[in-house]
């Protein structure tokens, strides 16, 4: 179920209780809880609804600025569709954020090595783990499908490998490609693997920076800005002098920042950077 960045926001705060969509059948179940960039987002209800049935109230939980916008919406796309009520809360932080930035001791690091070993054990493709891991390492913030070539996979296996290894902390998701997390560097160096850059640093923790498109994306970490607390250290007028950095990409890193309660440094209606800890996806 996708959701616009102002619409996560909103559910986060409490403003919007409700979203509607047109399906040929219900796509979500009460209880299921959706990762999304501002934390996870639980289903309450899910409910089969006439459109002639709708009122203001449905549009004003839903964030719709009236009844006639929410309709309107509703018949933009596949009207012959049945429309589907879902009930929407916010259910706290992402527990992977943690995750990935806790260092684990030498038992759990036994754990993860124990579990990566059996994955590979389990693989026709055979091991893959600690190349996959290594290969981020190297090449952070490169795109999925030149990584899968460099190590003859098809991109959708090398993605579905990569989400097994993101489940237990070990990477995180960027805009383009990965990063490998402070959880994934320590099961590295216990193991002993040579690191592509012995001396990179590990990864700042952070809220990754949202989808902006590969220009803007390459802008921001070319320049050292690698997640939103960086963002908010700088000006807007620093962010859009950027090359690469268009209208695109300045209203989803505004939309992101809202949601995680950060601004630009040059906004006096917004909080400052340091001590924020929202999380994201």
Excluded: C
């Excluded at 964030?63 to 796309?77: E, I, P, T």
């Excluded at 190590?151 to 995180?172: H, I, M, S």
């Excluded at 099961?187 to 690191?195: A, M």
Aim: net charge positive.
């Amino acid at each position: 179920m996708q959701m616009r960045p102002a619409e996560l926001a909103a559910i986060r705060a409490g403003e919007v209780e409700v979203a509607f969509r047109r399906w040929e059948r219900p796509r979500v179940r009460v209880g299921t809880r959706m990762r999304t960039a501002v934390g996870l987002i639980e289903v309450t209800s899910v409910d089969r609804v006439a459109v002639s049935s709708l009122s203001a109230a449905d549009a004003r939980r839903a964030g719709a600025v009236s009844l006639a916008a929410l309709r309107q919406g509703l018949d933009r796309l596949h009207p012959d569709r049945p429309v589907y009520r879902i009930g929407l809360r916010y259910a706290g932080v992402d527990p992977r954020h943690a995750l990935r930035e806790s260092v684990p001791d030498a038992a759990e690091i036994d754990e993860i090595v124990a579990w990566l070993d059996r994955l590979d054990r389990a693989s026709p493709a055979g091991p893959w783990t600690r190349a996959t891991l290594l290969l981020i390492d190297e090449l952070p913030a490169t795109r999925a499908p030149d990584l899968a070539q460099r190590l003859g996979r098809d991109t959708p296996a090398f993605k579905q490998n990569v989400r097994k290894l993101k489940e237990r902390g070990l990477t995180e998701s960027l805009d383009i490609g990965y990063r490998l997390s402070a959880r994934g560097a320590a099961v590295l160096d216990q193991e002993g693997h040579r690191r592509p850059v012995p001396d990179r640093p590990v990864p700042v923790p952070g809220i990754p920076l949202p989808h902006l498109g590969a220009a803007a994306t390459r802008a921001l970490t070319s320049h050292g800005v690698a997640s939103l607390e960086q963002v908010a250290e700088l000006s807007e007028a620093e962010v859009q002098a950027l090359h690469g950095v268009g209208p695109y990409a300045l209203r989803h890193l505004r939309a992101a920042m809202g949601a995680a309660g950060l601004t630009f440094r040059d906004d006096p209606g917004g909080s400052p950077a340091a001590g924020s800890t929202t999380e994201m996806s």
